[in-house]
């Protein structure tokens, strides 16, 4: 991820996953409200946004894997290096791992979804995993790291641990909308952010930023701010244009 394109590519997809969350959230919302109470077959539109959903997960976490391991300096599934004594390419490791643990959300999601025998919420509990080990092994990405660059990677984790955190909620509050949009919000959150640590760190055009200047760190921090108003603003919007 040493390039603008391997922080556009995980934004957009965040991006992408946060739209369309918001959007099953409210229309699932909405046909839940509008059900006679005691009712709870839901209708196969739903289920089919579902194994959209998981198997869009699976897909990408494969795909994220096979890029990080066979791309040209990658390290092609060899994790030690016996004749020199030193591990390979551990930071394609470490994204191959969190692509693994959103590639078991996916299914996770998918067998929730088929079979009545898995547990209410394990699909949750699985997504809250796998946005906790992001965040996890992200925060040991920032060591030895410029200033800059460690705090803009800092901002992330508040998106990352706080979509764990409200992943982790919804295991034991279901169907609470707000609760819901929040976690939309934050992958909305994290998707724009992916894309301004690309853009800071590896600018398209015009001067390299300094990366030990504190005034880029006050001006990424209140930066941060804007992009969570920004999602926010974007979740209001799409639930509104649902609901028409």
Request: hydrophobic share 50%; charged share 10%.
């Amino acid at each position: 991820m040493a390039n603008f394109g391997g922080h556009a590519i995980p934004g957009t997809f965040f991006l992408f996953l946060g739209f369309w969350l918001t959007v099953k959230r409210i229309l699932h919302h909405y046909w839940r409200t509008s059900q006679p109470k005691g009712r709870h077959n839901m209708p196969p539109f739903f289920k089919r946004m579902d194994y959209f959903e998981g198997g869009l997960q699976i897909f990408a976490s494969f795909v994220g894997i096979m890029v990080e391991q066979f791309v040209v300096d990658g390290p092609h599934a060899h994790l030690y290096d016996r004749e020199n004594s030193s591990w390979v390419k551990l930071m394609n490791w470490q994204h191959s791992t969190m692509y693994l643990f959103f590639g078991i959300a996916g299914i996770a999601l998918v067998a929730t979804t088929t079979s009545k025998l898995v547990p209410l919420g394990v699909d949750r509990l699985a997504l809250s995993m796998a946005l906790f080990v992001e965040g996890f092994l992200f925060y040991y990405h920032l060591h030895s790291r410029p200033h800059l660059d460690a705090h803009i990677h800092s901002l992330l984790l508040v998106a990352v641990f706080g979509g764990s955190a409200s992943a982790m909620l919804e295991v034991f509050v279901r169907d609470n909308i707000i609760l819901e949009l929040l976690g939309a919000c934050l992958f909305i959150l994290q998707g724009t952010w992916f894309y301004q640590i690309g853009f800071v760190l590896y600018p398209l055009r015009g001067p390299q930023w300094d990366l030990e200047l504190h005034d880029n760190v006050m001006f990424v921090t209140m930066c941060f701010c804007w992009h969570l108003a920004v999602a926010l603003i974007l979740v209001a919007c799409t639930s509104s244009v649902v609901c028409l």
